[in-house]
């Protein structure tokens, strides 16, 4: 690299992908099974913010993007919370602690219907926060040639977060789609996009949209 | 480790799995995908070893190996050549030149009826030869607190030989079920149980049903 | 595991270690290389907060932390922010891009004077934020049994909290020894520590030396 | 990759490496740590072919081989059997129970002089087999820009075989130059070479040289 080169450059199409992060019934859904046996004030009390985000904006937003890609030729794919295993024997340690089990081919690991994947797209399994950690995400990626990763998803200063900065350290060139995202407070998501600017990009979900149909000249 | 560690120790029981290597219908099969398109002659000239060995001996055994481990309570893991799409865009570079695609979801992809996974068994599909280099298995084992791990399957002297290398230098204990795998000439066999005597334990089926049954005290 | 596990089990001595991250003259002086160029009333105003801790708190409890490890025998580890080569041309992008380069063998590398590695300790260098990511610490972990690890070092709310989230996601039992960490400002520190708090368990270096001296039964 | 991609495609200079493996005291000499101990006879009848074999073609060929990647601006690396320390505590298991230990700083981990490096050339120590597995090669290589990946050094059949496997698994267009590399007999060369045919592109020193002249218009 002999030129300086920049976070803040757009993404490459031809070699982009978009990932959205545990946008799944389990964690998703206020029936979810993250929030099983919950009443609903506390419900209310504790994630209330978080549902209401993203019924009116960040699921929306996730839409677009998603259709965006799609019809720009960008690899969409997804990563969810689901054990490779009913009982969950081959989860984390830390999902073992935490009680996250969401066994395979459950509802719970289910992608939410709002964004349900399509056709071939690809949809990989995992039991940490990172998916550059625990699962082959990185050979994947490399093997479809991705050098632009978007990032969409749950919870954006969790797994959103430790993703972004795994992947960045990995050389891939980041964009958190901020309005694409959620988590449980105002405070939290600004604290983690304020955290993690010197990671990755930072765009909202229509300045995205706009790159993709000015890259690819397309309709999207 | 003060007392000097050997390879020559037997399985731990409580932290031992077994892994079948690309025991599918795309390679362990006449009317496998990898053999689409050869007359009987050449398969027979090529590969008649191979299928005489699998179906005489090397099946056979893997699947009285199979149920030593599910009756000591031993975790049988099995790994295949499958894409994570039908097009077969995430293989790797390696695949994508040498021309194997075995599609997701494939008749092809699926383990051999003979050794079928049962239950909540796991299996994990790969792209290339070491199922350590392209997977999360060491994450997966560790997680499942394997530390003894037996291979069993095909090919002896590729993918059964690069992995149990791999497996080495990640620190398992790895034993080759010798007569549980096969490969094209007897000659490759030998050649490859030569080659990595120095990384692998070397037990028979027989061996190893026995070492099963004195150290879990059960008829398996 | 068929109790519940916690994370808020003490540390097992025998598989511990302690593992400093980019304590080094690059980012912990003022004279360091991060900070080359800057005035002092800009050092002040950007880093007063973050050298005075370092200087009244951080830096000792680490020196305190460090001593209570070598004589409890428990294995002390450091990370350091260092390219493999003088002109950083094997550098993370990101490193790249954010224009860090500590060349290899340099000043800026070495582990500050108040922290000095001894003996056989090892230090491991890194061009990314996680070192989970970017070196082989999961495989020299590994090797040397270590199931207990502690972090001490800077920053709280970026290398260290990244390589939190990653041991954690591996399997270990992370503590953060949290007055052995610094960060810019008092919010970052305390909010970072707010945002792990479901990865790893925190403790002060005064609970940590009381700990190995419960559990080693020797003075430290 | 629309087009059929293929193996046997010649290097990118601009993104090529050249890759020296274990070719050290240790290993490559008489007097080497590994040698430790055997009478001149047992060396002779075990070793005699492939130090003589060193000493006659192989070394000649590194030596060649290193000298037309420097002058063509190929980097050149090295990786070496080597602890992070002294004791060996951190060597893989499979090291601590074949006996292998080369401590940190010592002269049987030092690159034979013969093709010692120069400037600001990389050496990588690892205590496996595959450098992939345990080291963090494939990052470096990666932020290198590197595609093209030529291996040279010892053994033909053991660390070279495993290396050649893991990179092009890893998607990394492999070339071994066969005449730089050595083992201890010509069959286990011949035998090595025959099997992983289907892994890596096979070239002679002369081949690469006039290739490297060919492609960069450089004299080398």
Redesign the interface.
Known sequence: ?STS???EVEIDPAHAALLFIDVQNYAARRDGGEYQGLSGSVLEERYGFFFRTLHDSALPNMRRLQQACRLGRIEVLYTVIES????G??????Y???GFNVP?GSWDARVLDEIAPVA?E?V?PK????V?????ID??L???GVRSLMLAGILT??CVD?TA??A????Y?VTIVTDSCATHSRD?HD??LR?NS??ARQRTTSDIVAEIERLTGRRV
Chains 1, 2, 3, 4 share one sequence.
Do not use: A, E, H
């Open positions: 690299m080169p920049s976070r490779l295993t009913r009982d024997r081959d989860r984390s340690l830390d073992k602690i935490s395979r071939d690809i990989i039991t940490s926060s990172s550059f950690i625990s699962t082959n050979y994947v490399r093997n479809l200063d969790q430790s900065r795994d960045c350290d990995l050389g060139l939290r604290w983690s955290n010197g990671y």
